[in-house]
Every structure is written in C-alpha cells, then in structure tokens.
C-alpha cells in the first residue's frame, strides 16, 4: 500500500522560511515519474504548485511561487521537498504532495493527474 505523509508545516511569520517534505511508502518513489505539490485554502479550490517530471525539470503556478518555492526530490529517501522562502499571508493553506507514475506532461497542474496523495499538511503565515 502506497502511503505519502507531510511534514514540516507550522506556524511562521510573514518573510519567514519553511521546509515541507513527503516521506513515500510502499513503493520506491523511484518509480514515481511526476511528484508535485498543492495547497488549499479555506472556501477555496485546491491550487498547484509546482511539480517536478521524470526529466528533472521543474514547474510553478506563478512567477511568485517560482521566485520563493523549490520543490525536489530525493529518490534515495524516497522524499519530496518543498523549500519555502519569504512566505506570505496568501500563502497560508494547507499543503498536499502527490504522485503519479506516468509523465504528465500535459496535466500536472491537473489535481485529478495524481494518483497518490499524502494527508495534508497546515502552513500558517502571520503578519
């Protein structure tokens, strides 16, 4: 059984950094090609954020999150990264890896792309 699990969320102050990680389970992320992550605010819509394909390369929804975010990955760990830098109010939400064995090319921002989710974890950012 395949299990993502979030951690590295909390509460920080408005300029502050967080570290988000996605431990995998039960199957080597190795031989998962795309990994991304997405966050949901309250009454909002779940929102992507970036995403990483089997060629390595990278992703962001905005030029903002592409400025402040990196996501990576650690194949060896089996982990996924979320680097967070100068964190604002907006981005408060909470935040989701995810996983998909195929290269989705054409629709990683896509939430319904993933087949693998982890549970989710609260960024909080206080002004």
């Known amino acids: 059984q395949v299990q993502l699990e979030e951690s590295g969320g909390g509460l920080v102050q408005v300029g502050g950094s967080l570290r988000l990680s996605c431990g995998v389970s039960g199957r080597a992320l190795s031989r998962f090609t795309t990994v991304g992550w997405f966050r949901q605010a309250p009454g909002k819509e779940r929102e992507f954020v970036a995403a990483m394909r089997g060629t390595g390369s990278t992703t962001y929804n905005t030029d903002s999150m592409k400025d402040r975010f990196t996501i990576s990955r650690d194949d060896a760990k089996n982990t996924i990264y979320l680097e967070m830098n100068s964190l604002a109010p907006r981005d408060t939400a909470v935040y989701y890896c995810?996983?998909?064995?195929?290269?989705?090319?054409?629709?990683?921002?896509?939430?319904?792309?993933?087949?693998?989710w982890g549970q989710g974890t609260q960024v909080t950012v206080s002004s």
């Open positions: 995810a996983a998909a064995h195929l290269d989705l090319q054409r629709s990683y921002r896509s939430p319904n792309a993933y087949g693998y």
